[in-house]
């Protein structure tokens, strides 16, 4: 099956939003992430002007851990169903919305977000601790005063962690840049809930490109 351009950018934005909540589940529940995966999220901040929505993350297969598990959501087994998973995503598509909202944050984002790169020159990578502590911030004094806050789900143990903490809210401003973008190709939360069939297909056709 062939997908239409803007149904293939609409398709490769949810994996990306799947993705982040993917990588929210993994430093919750173990206390550990997959660095490429949260590499490739963490840089999608900072791409400005892309041609297309595959673009800002590099390629399809970089979004393979979003692809693969929204395949397992969208198919007929519900025991392989992850309520939490299904739950972080609903909510960083609902959290969107209400930053559509506030043109003054959304602006106080960007503006923040661009003075980031001056910082992984500074300390070396996308990765250290930080810069991803600089981008855990910038979700905690904008996004984290949304209502209603995104309850993430988890080990106490791991979750206490500062660290862990600050991975979690870079990995949920990854996951609302990614909303941005699906919203932005005509994407809606009832879609994702109404029309698991088409996107499955979508899905499918993405798979078959890694």
């Known amino acids: 099956m062939s997908i239409s351009p803007r149904l293939r950018d609409r398709t490769i934005a949810i994996t990306a939003v799947v993705q982040a909540a993917?990588?929210?589940?993994?430093?919750?529940?173990?206390?550990?992430?997959?660095?490429?995966?949260?590499?490739?999220?963490?840089?999608?901040?900072?791409?400005?002007?892309?041609?297309?929505?595959?673009s800002v993350y590099g390629s399809v297969s970089q979004l393979r851990t979003g692809i693969e598990?929204?395949?397992?959501?969208?198919?007929?087994?519900k025991d392989k169903k992850d309520?939490?998973?299904?739950?972080?995503?609903?909510?960083?598509?609902?959290?969107?919305?209400?930053?559509a909202k506030q043109p003054e944050m959304l602006a106080l984002i960007d503006r923040e977000i661009q003075q980031v790169p001056s910082q992984i020159d500074y300390f070396g990578e996308i990765l250290s601790p930080q810069v991803i502590a600089r981008f855990a911030d910038i979700y905690q004094r904008t996004l984290s005063e949304l209502k209603p806050r995104i309850q993430v789900y988890g080990d106490p143990g791991f979750l206490q962690q500062p660290d862990n903490i600050n991975r979690v809210r870079a990995l949920l401003l990854t996951g609302i840049r990614a909303a941005v973008l699906w919203q932005q190709k005509g994407g809606r939360r009832w879609q994702f809930l109404f029309q698991s069939g088409k996107l499955l297909s979508a899905t499918e056709a993405l798979s078959r490109e890694i």
Request: negative net charge; proline residues 2%.
């Open 22 to 54: 993917s990588l929210v589940q993994q430093v919750a529940e173990t206390g550990q992430v997959n660095s490429a995966d949260m590499k490739v999220m963490l840089e999608s901040l900072l791409v400005e002007n892309a041609p297309d929505t595959e």
């Open 83 to 99: 309520v939490n998973l299904l739950r972080y995503v609903i909510s960083l598509l609902h959290l969107e919305r209400q930053l």
């Open 69 to 77: 598990a929204l395949n397992t959501q969208l198919s007929k087994k």
